[in-house]
């Protein structure tokens, strides 16, 4: 709740009195009487002093007009008290000095008497302001407890001698969370341990959350209702806390349903890639020796994007796949596939990086291309040798090679001139914004460089729930 910062005393419901005529009016009227009364009794005890009744006058102006109207009186009193009862006495030499010395003393304690009511004054309507504003914060709490679809229960912890947590008090419940457990408002002031189907660990968990002061959260199954609830622990005090409700039902089975729809997209996704493979060496096999070959590579680059979408359904995200992971498995399988004399070695080192499936599907199929010349080309029998596929970061970007000690590459006058697989390499390296470099000896080694702000990184990388 907001709220104005003017003067109250420049506010006109700040006073018991309304309007300026009225403030006024009731200033004169106040000191006319005082004057009044003042004569009456100075008819009846001559003693009686100048400035009696005058006092109360400012008093009451300050109190319900303000301070204003309370030094207007002061000074409309000090007038009539110095014209109708000091003037005519003062001529008496002995009154000469006297009377001025009165009126000043009548001033002072008259602004005295203003000040010290205006400070009253102000106090009291700061101790009206606060409790106004407890009062309306009080109400804004009662309607969100009442009103609110999150169950919430506010705990106060037992601890035994030792310093353990036993057990707790609910002190507060409200009509969701009364609803979310299927029980009556009398739950309020009982303990957990008089609770049906206490959870395991649950006074743990709780004791963490109060002597660390992290939150913690976890999901609960009910078993009643079967509804599924992500449940939150938050410190309050040292020994009070706060318990929160979530009914995720719906949102479990959400999740579930896109689960189902993945794995029959998967499923459809893999026999189209089976159909397409097994189409190609069906056609390999009728095919003359050259026509042979390049559907054999055709077949391989299929697998090759098979791989990636295998690891994109193991993944445990829709978007991002383990690159390490990922290459060791092709290789793995373009091993099986392309070494069948043991003559050579597919040696793989790769560090785990998370890149996004559009840089995984043009890296998996250029190292398909690479590794699969490497092996054809680079030992002829019976020449033995190794490959080597390396994958790592190297401070903004990754890093990609795939080398051999064999005989080498032509010279590049001759390289590429008809060759696909160089052709399609550039492509798909090209695709994902890097850059490939050929080293000549020994052997023949590819490396290829991404920038790493390619990758996608995780936007939140959270531990998993209890």
Same mark, same amino acid.
């Given at each position: 709740?907001?709220?104005?910062?003017?003067?109250?005393?420049?506010?006109?419901?700040?006073?018991?009195?309304?309007?300026?005529?009225?403030?006024?009016?009731?200033?004169?009227?106040?000191?006319?009487?005082? @004057?009044?009364?003042?004569? +009456?009794?100075?008819?009846?005890?001559?003693?009686? @002093?100048?400035?009696? +009744?005058?006092?109360?006058?400012?008093?009451?102006?300050?109190?319900?007009?303000?301070?204003?109207? &309370?030094?207007?009186?002061?000074?409309? =009193?000090?007038?009539?008290?110095?014209?109708?009862?000091?003037?005519?006495?003062?001529?008496?030499?002995?009154?000469?000095?006297?009377?001025?010395? +009165?009126?000043?003393?009548? /001033?002072?304690?008259?602004?005295?008497?203003?000040?010290?009511?205006?400070?009253?004054?102000?106090?009291?309507?700061?101790?009206?302001?606060?409790?106004?504003?407890?009062?309306?914060?009080?109400?804004?709490?009662?309607?969100?407890?009442?009103?609110?679809?999150?169950?919430?229960?506010?705990?106060?912890?037992?601890?035994?001698?030792?310093?353990?947590?036993?057990?707790?008090?609910? %002190?507060?419940?409200?009509?969701?969370?009364?609803?979310?457990?299927?029980?009556?408002?009398?739950?309020? +002031?009982?303990?957990?341990?008089?609770?049906?189907?206490?959870?395991?660990?649950?006074?743990? %968990?709780?004791?963490?959350?109060?002597?660390?002061?992290?939150?913690?959260?976890?999901?609960?199954?009910?078993?009643? &209702?079967?509804?599924?609830?992500?449940?939150?622990?938050?410190?309050?005090?040292?020994?009070?806390?706060?318990?929160?409700?979530?009914?995720?039902?719906?949102?479990?089975?959400?999740?579930?349903?896109?689960?189902?729809?993945?794995?029959? #997209?998967?499923?459809?996704?893999?026999?189209?890639?089976?159909?397409?493979?097994?189409? %190609?060496?069906?056609?390999?096999?009728?095919?003359?020796?050259?026509?042979?070959?390049?559907? @054999?590579?055709?077949?391989?680059?299929?697998?090759?994007?098979?791989?990636?979408?295998?690891?994109?359904?193991?993944?445990?995200?829709?978007?991002?796949?383990?690159?390490?992971?990922?290459?060791?498995?092709?290789?793995?399988?373009?091993?099986?596939? #392309?070494?069948?004399?043991?003559?050579?070695?597919?040696?793989?080192?790769?560090?785990?990086?998370?890149?996004?499936?559009?840089?995984?599907?043009?890296?998996?199929?250029? /190292?398909?291309?690479?590794?699969?010349?490497?092996?054809?080309?680079?030992?002829?029998?019976?020449?033995?040798?190794?490959?080597?596929?390396?994958?790592?970061?190297?401070?903004?970007?990754?890093?990609?090679?795939? =080398?051999?000690?064999?005989?080498?590459?032509?010279?590049?006058?001759?390289?590429?001139?008809?060759?696909?697989?160089?052709?399609? /390499?550039?492509?798909?390296?090209?695709?994902?914004?890097?850059?490939?470099?050929?080293?000549?000896?020994?052997?023949? @080694?590819?490396?290829?460089?991404?920038?790493?702000?390619?990758?996608?990184?995780?936007?939140?990388?959270?531990?998993?729930?209890?």
């Amino acid at each position: 709740m907001t709220r104005s910062k003017v003067d109250p005393s420049l506010n006109l419901s700040a006073y018991p009195v309304q309007g300026i005529l009225a403030r006024f009016a009731l200033t004169v009227a106040l000191v006319a009487a005082v @004057t009044l009364l003042r004569m +009456g009794l100075g008819v009846i005890s001559p003693t009686v @002093t100048p400035f009696a +009744g005058y006092y109360l006058a400012v008093l009451a102006a300050t109190v319900l007009c303000g301070w204003r109207f &309370g030094v207007f009186a002061l000074v409309l =009193g000090g007038a009539a008290a110095w014209f109708f009862f000091l003037a005519p006495i003062a001529q008496e030499p002995r009154l000469r000095v006297a009377a001025p010395l +009165g009126l000043l003393v009548y /001033v002072l304690s008259s602004a005295a008497v203003v000040f010290a009511a205006d400070y009253l004054q102000r106090l009291v309507r700061r101790l009206q302001d606060s409790r106004g504003a407890l009062v309306e914060r009080n109400l804004q709490y009662d309607s969100l407890f009442e009103t609110m679809s999150e169950g919430f229960a506010l705990c106060e912890a037992i601890w035994s001698d030792e310093g353990r947590l036993v057990d707790y008090r609910i %002190l507060e419940i409200n009509p969701a969370l009364l609803r979310m457990l299927g029980v009556g408002p009398e739950i309020a +002031g009982s303990k957990f341990s008089g609770l049906p189907g206490r959870a395991r660990g649950w006074l743990a %968990l709780c004791e963490r959350v109060l002597r660390g002061g992290a939150p913690e959260s976890f999901e609960f199954q009910a078993p009643a &209702g079967g509804r599924a609830y992500e449940i939150r622990v938050s410190r309050i005090s040292e020994s009070r806390m706060a318990q929160f409700f979530f009914d995720i039902t719906d949102r479990k089975a959400a999740v579930a349903r896109q689960a189902e729809m993945f794995e029959e #997209l998967n499923h459809r996704v893999k026999n189209n890639l089976a159909l397409v493979a097994g189409m %190609l060496q069906m056609q390999a096999r009728g095919a003359e020796p050259a026509v042979r070959d390049q559907l @054999t590579k055709a077949v391989d680059r299929v697998q090759s994007i098979a791989q990636v979408h295998q690891a994109l359904y193991r993944g445990s995200r829709n978007d991002d796949i383990d690159f390490g992971t990922y290459l060791k498995d092709l290789c793995a399988s373009l091993s099986r596939s #392309l070494i069948a004399d043991g003559r050579i070695t597919l040696n793989v080192e790769a560090e785990a990086a998370d890149l996004p499936i559009d840089m995984v599907i043009p890296l998996g199929m250029a /190292v398909n291309e690479l590794v699969t010349n490497a092996v054809k080309y680079a030992y002829p029998p019976p020449e033995t040798g190794l490959v080597s596929v390396r994958f790592h970061r190297e401070r903004d970007q990754f890093r990609l090679s795939v =080398g051999d000690g064999g005989r080498g590459l032509p010279e590049p006058a001759k390289m590429g001139a008809g060759g696909l697989g160089m052709t399609l /390499v550039s492509s798909l390296v090209g695709q994902v914004h890097g850059k490939l470099v050929v080293r000549r000896h020994p052997g023949a @080694t590819f490396e290829i460089t991404v920038p790493a702000g390619a990758s996608s990184e995780p936007a939140f990388a959270g531990e998993r729930l209890l």
